[in-house]
């Protein structure tokens, strides 16, 4: 499942703070069909709240800039990222030494409350009057009481020196920080919280927590660079800034024309009808028969080619054409497609008779959901099953690219991952479950895998859709270790490969022993 987190003023919200009959509708229909769909913003659950109100939110929001994750109806925590005790004395001790008026958001005897110094109302006066029936609101009169309770949060106004602030409320003292002008007025925000809290570290918790495999995340200001750039795909709308905008992987319409609703309506409804597709490729290709080319023909072919071959050319006049001294497994009006289970290297003679003449499909199957089904070979009956599981094996794709590596740039050649979940049904006599890992098991069983569901397709069509492979946060130039400590997977050398194979990253010379590598502009 995709989950998608958007922030709200400026994103998912219109200019008057209002969310589009359009937008509601749209994410309510969806929500009820399952999306994981939900929000991460700055403000309070209390401010939040009655701004997407019309919406069935289901899933868990990210509040005050990542401090809390709430349950959507109740605003009850499900995980608190706040100030370590001494984190907080660094705080209060620069405040009171530089006699800042903070707008301080705590909890008290229980309750959320947001405490200024009333003697320096003048100084937080356009946020207080703006909210005067707001309960959470306290006038104190001295640092003592402002600073009562579980204080998590930290607010200053147009700061004249903000170097200095950065000094302290750095992660190396337990904080982060973020500055920019309110999207309804000219105040500049100088928002303080834990360095555990951030949109980025809140919705990277909250895939895990949902056990989500992909997240797409929205935003239009600087304090969504972060999540976005943490995200599977970033997007943002085109009123964002321009910063933002050039981190993201998307840029789609602007939150007056509800661009993050349509681009998640055009997605999921993508989704559906590959999920339909695909039941019916399946469902051909359980009742294949034998083809018209002898040997070559689908009776042969494992049940995961059959239903990729019926999914990507649905009809049997397109399927097995001989083109020159070679049978193409389908041929339609997007080109030539060929499903290579195996190793894609097998594909080089192929290619290089297919591609200076067609467009050629190269769909790769990888397995990243499986589950083992042990069944009585004599009964039929199941006697035991494993739980599905996830399959990390996106290296496996790098190294199979890798080997098509001198095709990777010919304009006409597409490489398709097609992630897939897999039943893996094992027949076996008798009944105590085989043990998988001896050769001799093996042999005496008869195990098929049988594809359930395409989760998702990484397609690269051009150069720029290798871009995705590149880690959030590379640095400018970077050694191979850098790469992949970037990437968090120390197998992933093949990935810089491909990435250099295509011109997305290119040697500029060398530091100490080690190479160094920077990004090409694409």
Same mark, same amino acid.
């Given at each position: 499942?995709?989950?998608?987190?958007?922030?709200?003023?400026?994103?998912?919200?219109?200019?008057? %703070?209002?969310?589009?009959?359009?937008?509601?509708?749209?994410?309510?229909?969806?929500?009820?069909?399952? $999306?994981?769909?939900?929000?991460?913003?700055?403000?309070?659950?209390?401010?939040?709240?009655?701004?997407?109100?019309?919406? !069935?939110?289901?899933?868990?929001?990210? $509040?005050?800039?990542?401090?809390?994750?709430?349950?959507?109806?109740?605003?009850?925590?499900?995980?608190?990222?706040?100030?370590?005790?001494?984190?907080? /004395?660094?705080?209060?001790?620069?405040?009171?030494?530089?006699?800042?008026?903070?707008?301080?958001?705590? &909890?008290?005897?229980?309750? *959320?409350?947001?405490? =200024?110094?009333?003697?320096?109302?003048?100084?937080?006066?356009? =946020?207080?009057?703006?909210?005067?029936?707001?309960?959470?609101?306290?006038?104190?009169? +001295?640092?003592?009481?402002?600073?009562?309770?579980?204080?998590?949060?930290? $607010?200053?106004?147009?700061?004249?020196?903000?170097?200095?602030?950065?000094?302290?409320?750095?992660?190396?003292?337990?904080?982060?920080?973020?500055?920019?002008?309110?999207?309804?007025?000219?105040?500049?925000?100088?928002?303080?919280?834990?360095?555990?809290?951030?949109?980025?570290?809140?919705?990277?918790?909250?895939?895990?927590?949902?056990?989500?495999?992909?997240?797409?995340?929205?935003?239009?200001?600087?304090?969504?660079?972060?999540?976005?750039?943490?995200? #599977?795909?970033?997007?943002?709308?085109?009123?964002?800034?321009? *910063?933002?905008?050039?981190?993201?992987?998307?840029?789609?319409?602007?939150?007056?024309?509800?661009?993050?609703?349509? !681009?998640?309506?055009?997605?999921?409804?993508?989704?559906?009808?590959? #999920?339909?597709?695909?039941?019916?490729?399946?469902?051909?290709?359980?009742?294949?028969?034998?083809?018209?080319?002898?040997?070559?023909?689908?009776?042969?072919?494992?049940?995961?080619?059959?239903?990729?071959? +019926?999914?990507?050319?649905?009809?049997? #006049?397109?399927?097995?054409?001989?083109?020159?001294?070679?049978?193409?497994?389908?041929?339609?009006?997007?080109?030539?497609?060929?499903?290579?289970?195996?190793?894609?290297?097998?594909?080089?003679?192929?290619?290089?008779?297919? @591609?200076?003449?067609?467009?050629?499909?190269?769909?790769?199957?990888?397995?990243?959901?499986?589950?083992?089904?042990?069944?009585?070979?004599?009964?039929?009956?199941?006697?035991?099953?494993?739980?599905?599981?996830?399959? %990390? $094996? @996106?290296?496996?794709?790098?190294? *199979?690219?890798?080997?098509?590596?001198?095709?990777?740039?010919?304009?006409?050649?597409?490489?398709?991952?097609?992630?897939?979940?897999? *039943?893996?049904?094992? =027949?076996? /006599?008798?009944?105590?479950?085989?043990?998988?890992?001896?050769?001799?098991?093996?042999?005496?069983?008869?195990?098929? %895998?049988?594809?359930?569901?395409? /989760?998702?397709?990484?397609?690269?069509?051009?150069?720029?859709? &290798?871009?995705?492979?590149?880690?959030?946060?590379?640095?400018?130039?970077?050694? /191979?270790?850098?790469?992949?400590?970037?990437?968090? #997977?120390?197998?992933?050398?093949?990935?810089?490969?491909?990435?250099?194979?295509?011109?997305?990253?290119?040697?500029?010379?060398?530091?100490? &022993?080690?190479?160094? &590598?920077?990004?090409?502009?694409?």
């Amino acid at each position: 499942m995709t989950l998608y987190v958007t922030d709200l003023d400026g994103t998912l919200l219109r200019n008057d %703070k209002s969310l589009s009959i359009y937008s509601q509708n749209t994410l309510n229909r969806l929500l009820k069909s399952g $999306t994981l769909f939900t929000y991460a913003t700055a403000r309070s659950f209390s401010s939040a709240s009655p701004l997407v109100d019309e919406l !069935f939110l289901n899933v868990p929001a990210v $509040t005050f800039n990542g401090v809390f994750v709430v349950d959507p109806k109740t605003g009850k925590h499900i995980i608190e990222n706040v100030f370590t005790k001494k984190t907080l /004395k660094t705080a209060e001790k620069f405040i009171m030494e530089n006699s800042f008026a903070p707008l301080v958001y705590s &909890y008290i005897d229980g309750k *959320e409350r947001v405490s =200024y110094l009333e003697s320096r109302l003048e100084d937080v006066s356009e =946020y207080v009057c703006s909210r005067k029936n707001d309960r959470r609101l306290r006038a104190v009169s +001295n640092y003592n009481e402002l600073f009562e309770g579980n204080v998590f949060y930290l $607010t200053l106004f147009n700061v004249s020196d903000i170097e200095k602030c950065n000094a302290v409320f750095c992660e190396e003292n337990g904080f982060s920080h973020n500055v920019q002008a309110d999207n309804y007025d000219n105040m500049v925000w100088y928002e303080i919280y834990s360095k555990n809290a951030g949109k980025e570290k809140a919705v990277l918790q909250l895939k895990k927590l949902l056990n989500a495999q992909k997240l797409i995340c929205f935003g239009d200001n600087f304090n969504d660079m972060e999540m976005l750039k943490k995200a #599977d795909i970033g997007v943002a709308v085109e009123n964002a800034c321009i *910063e933002l905008k050039n981190i993201a992987d998307i840029v789609v319409q602007s939150n007056e024309n509800d661009g993050a609703a349509r !681009f998640i309506e055009s997605r999921e409804n993508a989704s559906e009808s590959r #999920d339909k597709r695909f039941e019916n490729a399946k469902e051909a290709a359980f009742c294949r028969v034998k083809g018209a080319h002898g040997s070559v023909g689908t009776q042969n072919e494992k049940l995961i080619h059959s239903a990729l071959k +019926n999914y990507y050319a649905p009809f049997s #006049d397109e399927q097995e054409i001989k083109i020159g001294n070679y049978f193409a497994d389908a041929v339609c009006e997007d080109g030539i497609f060929e499903i290579q289970s195996k190793h894609l290297y097998r594909l080089a003679d192929k290619l290089s008779a297919f @591609l200076p003449a067609a467009k050629v499909n190269v769909v790769y199957p990888l397995i990243c959901e499986m589950k083992t089904v042990f069944i009585n070979s004599q009964s039929g009956e199941i006697i035991g099953e494993t739980p599905s599981a996830k399959c %990390k $094996t @996106l290296i496996k794709a790098f190294e *199979e690219m890798y080997s098509i590596r001198r095709f990777l740039n010919d304009e006409n050649l597409t490489v398709i991952i097609a992630k897939l979940k897999i *039943e893996k049904r094992v =027949y076996f /006599k008798g009944e105590i479950i085989p043990d998988l890992r001896s050769r001799t098991a093996r042999k005496n069983c008869i195990i098929e %895998k049988i594809p359930m569901e395409i /989760k998702d397709e990484i397609v690269f069509k051009c150069r720029a859709d &290798y871009k995705t492979l590149v880690p959030k946060g590379l640095s400018e130039n970077f050694t /191979k270790k850098e790469f992949l400590k970037t990437a968090k #997977d120390a197998k992933s050398s093949l990935r810089l490969e491909v990435l250099r194979s295509v011109g997305i990253i290119k040697q500029v010379g060398k530091r100490k &022993y080690e190479n160094l &590598y920077s990004l090409e502009d694409l």
